[in-house]
């Protein structure tokens, strides 16, 4: 059993992933669907860039919310990019996603290079600390999260358009800032690609419960053995996501078999 002082801790860092899971697993699908699996990569690393900026420059860094507002510009820059490439050079965006993302680190760690905590924050952002989220911290992704999942229901061709690539934008500059760009990417991707070959009626709810063990295990681990959090669920994401996809293989193999014995 856990004590009163671990589940206080736990209890915020569940909220976090569940925020995260509940419109990354959405998106995530998208990315898939569209082929550009390295933006997310892309824009996580671009906002913890404008993060990075913020806390260089003293007179950013103490204006109000400048690590909200700071990374989103960033993000959203990032995003109109990739938005207006996509129309210009489609058969290589995934390449220069890529090449985007791997410039946007390299800047990172060159301009946090002779920072004395620069080693400190580029661990923060990449692996992020979301064992140490307080309730406070939630608000803004819960309003944010509530919008964007209120948009998509009741304006679903939003994510075929470019609203897409706005909505991408503000969801992860807010997720950086929670759990890390490793648990972004992973959460994004490994829900959606567990359940990819399934039946589309069932994809989505069987995303999130793949999503939803992930951030489970991965949380009790990191507190048990005193882990570092993000890398915990990172790997219990991977592992959730290979059982699913398992899983899901031989329903669809049983299935196929049925179909075929009821058509004899």
Request: proline share 3%.
């Amino acid at each position: 059993m856990f004590d009163t002082d671990l589940l206080s801790i736990l209890l915020p860092a569940f909220v976090a992933g569940i925020l995260v899971l509940s419109t990354h697993v959405v998106l995530g699908q998208q990315v898939l669907k569209r082929g550009i699996i390295f933006i997310d990569l892309a824009i996580a690393q671009v906002a913890a860039l404008g993060a990075i900026v913020a806390h260089l420059n003293h007179d950013i860094e103490h204006l109000p919310f400048s690590n909200v507002w700071m990374p989103a510009l960033f993000a959203l820059a990032g995003a109109g990019f990739i938005a207006w490439l996509s129309k210009r050079m489609a058969d290589e965006l995934e390449a220069i996603i890529g090449c985007f993302y791997v410039l946007a680190a390299v800047a990172a760690m060159l301009m946090l290079s002779n920072d004395p905590h620069g080693a400190e924050m580029l661990k923060q952002l990449m692996s992020g600390q979301i064992l140490w989220v307080n309730w406070s911290q939630l608000i803004l992704p819960a309003v944010v999260s509530v919008g964007i999942l209120s948009l998509i229901y009741v304006k679903p061709a939003l994510l075929d358009g470019r609203g897409f690539y706005i909505m991408f934008a503000l969801v992860i500059t807010l997720s950086v800032e929670l759990v890390g760009v490793y648990l972004v990417f992973s959460t994004l991707i490994l829900p959606a690609l567990a359940v990819n070959k399934f039946k589309v009626k069932y994809r989505l709810p069987t995303a999130y419960l793949v999503g939803l063990v992930g951030y489970i295990f991965g949380l009790i681990l990191s507190a048990r053995f005193d882990l570092p959090s993000g890398a915990a669920i990172v790997a219990t994401l991977a592992v959730s996501a290979i059982v699913f996809r398992l899983m899901l293989g031989k329903l669809a193999v049983v299935d196929a078999e049925k179909n075929k014995l009821t058509q004899n």
